[in-house]
């Protein structure tokens, strides 16, 4: 185990938290912790800007620049407000520090970097890709001489701190995965005590349940599963029929679980995934606790603590009298349009939840948003009754497109590079109630319960009970209907909505008494992130991007989103219930307060069983630690490790590279199975790498490099001296994957190949093109 390399990426994360968190407290100064929370993105989020734009001159500079930048603000700031309370520091860095070597010590029991059962290779690609680049726009190491086509800001982000320490690639990976996952952590951890401590809550209680929802628990298909197995078998089989479960992973018993199944709950069947995938015709509906012990590096795992950035921002406006309209218009003109910058480029996906999530604030904040407006027009707009509510959401509209606008010009040179051939299409297979209800129902129950006794301290318990039959009674009519998804999501929509915008209800429609937490506090800011993560659930059962697996990867990318924001919601959530959720009556009372501790805990014990068996079954199948995702080479592949390890050590700056094509998931030489393997553990551009980036650009241009892959190894001379001169090639890699497609390989017999490097069963050429 890499102790030293440890303890110096772990000191560096708790700098970066001290820093960020000193520069934090100019976004967050009514939080309780004054932003220190959110610390490590804000600093990286100055690291990052610097660097992606002036490491178009060079990466170096724009590194060290960033550094500099964040030292001065650190220190100018520091100097007239001294900084973070030391105890407030303490807890916070205490959080961070648990959550990151939780991390660690997983990787390190499975720490490799491999190209099957995720996107490893594409990730630790990119990353080295990074490592070795002087400048940007990167070139792509799948395809070379094009810039990449894929949102890479969070390998940069990766990158950046590779390039401070010092670090080989290989441990930077595992090191930089626990670190974005510590940082998510400990944003969920602040941001939800924030909301709390705005609601009069107990905050840390609130804080601690963030936590556990965020980092720690999964979906309801475990233990759905679970209590499928408990039955007797007769009646269990029976069950699990109804239910659309097979009998077996948990479901035939704990000996065959597979911390998979839970990530691959809903069915799709315009999914085409081919043979390589598990859980082929399953979407992906991956949670953290999942994707970190899977162990990608992926845009939707690195692109959260932006996420949380950016509902942070939009919880200070929320929290910002009308009276400091300088301070709300820098919060949504300023901070958040560069948080949406790094966002388009960490993780594409996610941009327009920053629009959403403007576009929500603004409309349900307590701040009229016609005073962000110059006086005289302001008043021209504000509005008596309904009409209020179309000029709030008018603005609302407004400000979200201003800020995706502005978002744009921060990440432009992004969007001026390979354009995507992706479409927008409608009408996916919707998702069952029992899909839904397994995938969400962490989050839904308690948010049903939540509102049913806002309605019940509104309006009274026997028109709450009313409702709630209601309620009921549609979501299993919207089921038989397969629109389930309507019937289970428009009560959080209709309801968050209502109450989130009490101020406004209370003097308008005289139906509605004031919706208030006891009478003095309105619903707070937890109803707005119910709001956006049901919005997000609700569009993609109508709406996805076209792709050849179906919606996939829309709803891949977005679930994660959702089960973010609902996570942080739902701390301040439970916390209500267990503390202020008093009806009238003692008897009523000890009832509900014995009830809603019930719920919590089953609900708690329910979501802490796939970790349970998940980091059991992970710790028994380890090896000796290590941080080291490259120390499997050796056992697995010894045939090429010692080649592509000189590849990686000897060459230059990034020298483009011939391997096998079209490569995929798969690294078995015996059947030409290369996975680009050379390419994606070094950093260095080939010719033709993944079938990926036929997806990223088209079939036709992928397949004619294959074809000129092919003809580099076996073609007619003179085309080959036309490619390797085309192409820029410097080495020509030979290993069994290319002995195993190409059989006799030719390029030797060119002048000017020559053998450099002889190594197991690799021979590797370098090209000298002053010969042809």
Not at 448 to 462: C, F, H, K
Request: a negative charge; charged letters at 15%; glycine letters at 10%.
């Amino acid at each position: 185990m890499e102790y030293g390399l440890l303890a110096t990426w772990l000191a560096l994360y708790l700098l970066l938290l001290y820093a960020g968190g000193t520069v934090a407290g100019l976004l967050f100064p009514r939080f309780a912790d004054r932003g220190l929370a959110f610390g490590v993105p804000v600093a990286v989020s100055i690291l990052w800007l610097a660097t992606y734009f002036v490491g178009r001159l060079s990466l170096t500079l724009g590194i060290w620049l960033g550094v500099a930048v964040l030292a001065v603000s650190t220190l100018a700031v520091w100097r007239s407000d001294n900084g973070p309370n030391a105890r407030t520091y303490a807890e916070t860095a205490g959080v961070f520090t648990v959550a990151f070597l939780f991390v660690v010590g997983i990787r390190a029991l499975d720490p490799a970097i491999i190209p099957i059962g995720g996107e490893k290779f594409l990730d630790f690609g990119l990353l080295q890709s990074l490592v070795r680049a002087d400048s940007l726009p990167l070139e792509d190491m799948w395809f070379a001489g094009e810039s990449v086509a894929y949102y890479y800001g969070g390998h940069l982000i990766a990158a950046i701190l590779t390039r401070i320490t010092g670090t080989a690639g290989q441990f930077a990976y595992n090191l930089a995965l626990a670190g974005f996952y510590a940082t998510l952590i400990t944003a969920a951890y602040g941001l939800a005590g924030a909301v709390a401590s705005e609601r009069g809550l107990p905050r840390r209680l609130a804080a601690g349940l963030t936590a556990f929802c965020v980092g720690i628990a999964s979906n309801l298909s475990t233990p759905a599963k679970f209590v499928i197995w408990l039955l007797p078998d007769g009646l269990g089989r029976t069950v699990a029929e109804r239910a659309g479960y097979e009998l077996d992973g948990l479901a035939a018993g704990p000996d065959s679980f597979s911390y998979w199944d839970a990530s691959r709950v809903i069915e799709d069947s315009a999914a085409d995934f081919g043979t390589y995938e598990p859980g082929a015709a399953l979407v992906i509906d991956e949670f953290p606790l999942f994707a970190w012990l899977n162990g990608d590096m992926h845009a939707h795992m690195m692109s959260t603590g932006f996420l949380l950035l950016a509902a942070a921002l939009c919880f200070s406006y929320y929290q910002t009298p009308a009276v400091e309209r300088r301070r709300r218009l820098a919060l949504l003109f300023g901070a958040l349009p560069a948080v949406a910058g790094i966002m388009a480029v960490t993780n594409t996906w996610s941009f327009p939840s920053m629009g959403g999530l403007a576009l929500l604030t603004v409309t349900v904040a307590p701040a009229d948003p016609t005073t962000l407006l110059p006086d005289d027009i302001g008043q021209r707009l504000r509005l008596n009754g309904p009409g209020q509510e179309g000029v709030r959401i008018g603005m609302g509209l407004a400000v979200a497109g201003s800020v995706l606008a502005l978002g744009l010009l921060w990440s432009l040179p992004f969007w001026l590079g390979p354009a995507s051939g992706r479409e927008i299409a409608v009408l996916p297979d919707r998702t069952s109630l029992l899909e839904l209800l397994a995938v969400h129902g962490l989050f839904v129950a308690p948010f049903w319960l939540y509102l049913y006794a806002q309605t019940g301290r509104a309006v009274g318990q026997s028109t709450a009970r009313i409702v709630g039959l209601v309620t009921v009674g549609t979501a299993a009519l919207a089921a038989t209907l397969d629109i389930a998804a309507v019937g289970l999501l428009a009560p959080l929509l209709l309801g968050a909505w209502l109450f989130a915008r009490s101020p406004t209800l209370d003097r308008t429609v005289d139906a509605v008494p004031a919706l208030a937490d006891g009478g003095d506090r309105p619903v707070g800011f937890e109803a707005m992130l119910i709001l956006a993560g049901a919005g997000l659930v609700f569009l993609v059962e109508f709406v996805f991007v076209r792709e050849n697996i179906g919606r996939m990867n829309t709803v891949f990318k977005t679930y994660m989103q959702v089960w973010v924001l609902w996570g942080v919601a739902a701390g301040p959530v439970l916390a209500w219930l267990l503390t202020r959720w008093r009806p009238t009556g003692d008897r009523a009372r000890a009832w509900v307060t014995i009830g809603v501790r019930a719920f919590v805990a089953l609900l708690v014990c329910s979501a802490s069983l796939y970790g349970v068996f998940a980091l059991s079954n992970h710790a028994d199948a380890a090896g000796e630690p290590t941080l080291n995702g490259l120390a499997y080479l050796d056992d697995d592949h010894p045939e090429e490790a010692e080649a592509i390890r000189w590849l990686d050590a000897t060459a230059e700056g990034r020298p483009t590279i011939v391997t096998a094509a079209p490569a995929d998931y798969e690294w078995d030489a015996n059947e030409g199975k290369g996975a680009s393997a050379p390419s994606s553990l070094t950093g260095l551009p080939t010719v033709a790498g993944w079938t990926h980036e036929a997806q990223y650009r088209n079939d036709t241009v992928y397949d004619r490099r294959v074809d000129d892959v092919e003809t580099i190894y076996t073609g007619d001379a003179t085309e080959q001296r036309r490619l390797l001169e085309a192409y820029d090639v410097r080495y020509v890699y030979v290993g069994p994957a290319e002995r195993a497609r190409y059989g006799d390989v030719t390029v030797d017999q060119l002048q000017g190949v020559t053998v450099a490097k002889r190594a197991g069963g690799v021979t590797i050429y370098q090209v000298r093109p002053e010969y042809f």
